[in-house]
């Protein structure tokens, strides 16, 4: 097959990915100096439209990188004024006091945000500095240099036909070079899965952990809508069955965030998350506050969930991961935004310094230092023992040990060191015939949606003549194997319906995957109990169009 010939493009500094950390590390490159060149891709149809988080935002890390950015504007101004957290059983609540958290848990000074409009107002600071964005720029291959280290990145490649071959509108986009590529894609990003795997850098690590986060914004009657509330939720429904729970938060016009995490490490494969978030919306609590309301948006995204002992190396020769790319996210807070943001602006300044020195295509090894040695590292340590304890032990011990050890840390010592999390969330799936099925009650139509409804409301656009970017490394595993020993978990974990097992007159069962649905959370290549999912990336573009997530 012939070679594809492409023009490049050199800059200083190629950056994948507008989120909160890759224009952090934009904007603190042109803080640094306005002579550097630096490029940010993006490949949701615009800056935002592919970023959805709860989000209570620690001002901490937009504090380090744009102190004034209050007076420039920034679309942080929903600031927490009430903090409640609540264990649920079926029909009642239980309030657990504030008093005997631990100081981290306290939201005081913390913003309700939409992290997609936070993301479109960095993104103008950016561009003010002189960064170029390209939104709509797809990152589907690395470029590798003489002596094996990242150079670039090929963006911008359409066209190509259902069969894989090119077709009359196809193509081939562009290299885009540099001497240092920073890889912000979020979680589970098909090129930083590419350059772990390729430098081996989860070696010595424990495997990562992850949860979904499905979130649904309404708005309801002004009477009810309490502006700057944040309700957080443990306990039914999920009960022993998974790890996990919900937030509730006021922002202004009368919406709330409504949302809902299921850690994916759970072992019966008849558990399906969405389902459990719908049926949270029918307890007497949600009921009350969503009734007469409307839902206008969905959205959902995996969350990195473990922690300061299961990040891997953050550099290798000419590449930096950023974020969540990483998994930077503070469990017990629910919180990465803040990190994401000081993890670009550290990236930077060690890209910075070595630029200066005439350095390219090394490791930027302070980069690394910084993150453990740093706030981000002291942030992570407090609380990295919360998730494995959840996972072994469940809600309720792991609400006291854990507790007591966040305390411990907070106090600068811990009585039980770092514990592992042992499986990863792949290979927690347990066989089907080890569980019992789950019967879920089916949604109402005004509280709760089936899937397919509610994704219409996550404005999900794929290009259908393209191939399906969601690979199967063996097209059988999914019916011989995933489906005979597991009962199919893939109809069940995905967030937006993409996976289901169609029977037609008698014939075997067949595995369709309806990628035009998808909406590039990356639970399939994260839970599917064969490893036999690969997320790429579509053409640039598609994908969700969140508006204000």
């Known amino acids: 097959m012939a070679e594809i010939e492409r023009e490049a493009m050199e800059y200083d500094v190629v950056i994948v990915g507008a989120g909160p950390a890759g224009l952090s590390a934009a904007i603190r490159l042109k803080q640094l100096d306005a002579d ?8 949701g149809s615009e800056v935002g439209a592919h970023i959805l988080s709860g989000a209570v935002l620690d001002p901490c890390g937009l504090d380090a990188l744009i102190p004034d950015w209050k007076e420039k504007g920034a679309p942080v101004t929903v600031e927490v004024k009430e ?8 029909a009642g609540k239980l309030r657990i006091p504030n008093f005997p958290m631990p100081p981290l848990m306290n939201n005081h000074g913390n913003y309700i945000v939409s992290m997609g409009n936070v993301c479109r107002w960095m993104a103008e600071q950016a561009e003010e500095l002189g960064v170029e964005i390209f939104p709509g720029m797809a990152c589907s291959e690395l470029v590798y240099g003489e002596n094996g280290e990242v150079k670039g990145v090929v963006a911008g490649e359409f066209g190509i036909s259902a069969d894989g071959s090119k077709g009359d509108s196809y193509e081939p986009g562009m290299e885009l070079h540099g001497k240092y590529v920073f890889l912000g894609e979020g979680v589970r990003g098909s090129l930083s899965k590419e350059v772990i795997a390729k430098y081996d850098l989860s070696a010595g690590k424990e495997p990562q952990k992850f949860g979904i986060g499905m979130k649904e914004i309404w708005e309801i009657d002004p009477a009810k809508h309490k502006e700057g509330t944040v309700t957080h939720t443990m306990g039914w429904p999920l009960g022993s069955k998974a790890g996990g729970g919900s937030f509730i938060y006021h922002l202004e016009n009368n919406q709330v965030y409504v949302g ?5 490490g759970y072992k019966n494969p008849y558990v399906f998350p969405y389902m459990e978030f719908q049926q949270f919306k029918h307890h007497p609590m949600v009921v009350e506050l969503l009734k007469g309301g409307k839902r206008v948006a969905y959205g959902a995204r995996a969350i990195t969930e473990g922690g300061y002992q299961s990040m891997p190396k953050m550099v290798a020769p000419g590449v930096a991961l950023l974020g969540c790319s990483v998994g930077m996210v503070n469990v017990p807070r629910i919180k990465g935004n803040h990190n994401a943001m000081l993890s670009g602006k550290a990236a930077a300044e060690a890209a910075f310094d070595a630029i200066k020195a005439e350095r390219s295509g090394d490791e930027l090894s302070a980069y690394e230092t910084e993150v453990r ?10 609380v990295r023992n919360v998730k494995p304890l959840w996972s072994k032990f469940g809600l309720t011990a792991s609400l006291a040990i854990g507790g007591f050890d966040m305390w411990c840390n907070t106090l600068g010592f811990s009585l039980l060191g770092t514990l592992g999390h042992g499986k ?10 080890q569980h019992k099925e789950i019967t879920y009650p089916k949604p109402d139509g005004k509280l709760s949606f089936d899937r397919l409804t509610n994704v219409a409301f996550s404005f999900t656009n794929h290009e259908e003549s393209q191939p399906a970017h969601l690979k199967l490394k063996d097209a059988s595993i999914p019916v011989e194997r995933n489906l005979a020993v597991y009962a199919g978990p893939s109809a069940r974990y995905c967030p937006a319906g993409v996976y289901e097992f169609v029977t037609e007159d008698g014939k075997d069962p067949r595995f369709v995957i309806n990628f035009q649905n998808c909406v590039h959370c990356k639970t399939c290549d994260i839970k599917d109990p064969s490893q036999n999912i690969n997320w790429t990336t579509p053409q640039g573009g598609d994908g969700p169009n969140y508006p204000n997530m």
């Open 36 to 43: 550097l060149n630096v490029v940010v891709l993006e490949k």
């Open 83 to 90: 903090d409640n957290f609540y264990m649920l059983g079926e």
């Open 260 to 264: 809902f995490v299921v850690h994916l």
């Open 373 to 382: 040695g740093g706030a981000i590292g002291a942030d992570l340590k407090k």
């Open 424 to 433: 990863s969330d792949a290979d927690a799936t347990e066989p089907a015939a």
